[in-house]
């Protein structure tokens, strides 16, 4: 990869960029006195585990749409803030080892598998937003993908234990000034895009041996 290159994807820039708007139109409108917004973005994209167990949602399909949506809302500039720099630092490292589609694919999944993780173990919760969950998918993948790759070429593992370590110090934190952060979304995302590491790791480790 060039110097000129760019350091993540351009998937990545957009869910970047996606996140920044959302939060930057939602301080927007609770600096013009419309609160109602940022409740209302909530109510209609946040996570609600009770849509998982039966519940009825405030639109069709809502309950299907949630997986997507909640990972683009965030709690303020501090929730935004970690959750990007987490993510830029993840993706920069893992993209010098994974395509950017199977990097796609292990943020999907990630996110899916939090949303689910949560919904599951704790039916009654909600609302939840954030990237986090789908953040330690990708955290996960590179653990999974980047420790057996650079194990196996004998390269070394600094560059995958410093981006894991800036996710969970950054989460951590976030955790310690947001108490009401979902750690089951951190736990189902994590597991998730580890085993999507592991298994993308195993074929290209297969298709070299051959």
């Known amino acids: 990869m ?6 993540f994807p351009r998937w990545v820039s957009a869910i970047i960029l996606l996140c920044c708007l959302a939060e930057g139109l939602l301080l927007l ?9 940022r409740n209302g973005a909530v109510l209609y994209g946040a996570f609600w585990s009770v849509l998982m167990h039966g519940g009825l949602g405030v639109f069709p399909g809502q309950g299907a749409a949630m997986f997507l949506t909640y990972g683009f809302l965030h709690a303020g500039l501090l929730h935004l803030g970690m959750n990007m720099v987490s993510l830029a630092a993840v993706a920069r490292e893992l ?30 919760g909600g609302p939840m937003i954030g990237a986090s969950g ?15 790759w650079r194990f196996r070429t004998g390269r070394s593992m600094r560059p995958v234990w410093r981006a894991v370590a800036v996710v969970l ?3 951590v934190a976030l955790t310690l000034m947001m108490p009401q952060i979902a750690w089951q979304a951190h736990l189902g995302g994590a597991v998730a895009g580890l085993l999507v590491g592991l298994v993308a790791a ?4 297969a298709r070299t041996a051959r």
């Open 2 to 7: 060039s110097e000129n290159a760019p350091q």
């Open 29 to 37: 409108a609770d600096t013009l006195g419309w609160a109602q917004a």
């Open 95 to 124: 993209w010098r080892l994974m395509p950017a589609r199977l990097m796609a694919l292990s943020y999907a999944a990630s996110q899916v598998a939090a949303a689910a993780t949560y919904g599951w173990m704790d039916p009654a």
């Open 134 to 148: 789908a953040v330690f998918g990708l955290a996960g993948a590179l653990f999974g993908y980047g420790g057996i």
């Open 169 to 171: 110090g950054l989460n």
């Open 202 to 205: 195993g074929f290209r480790v």
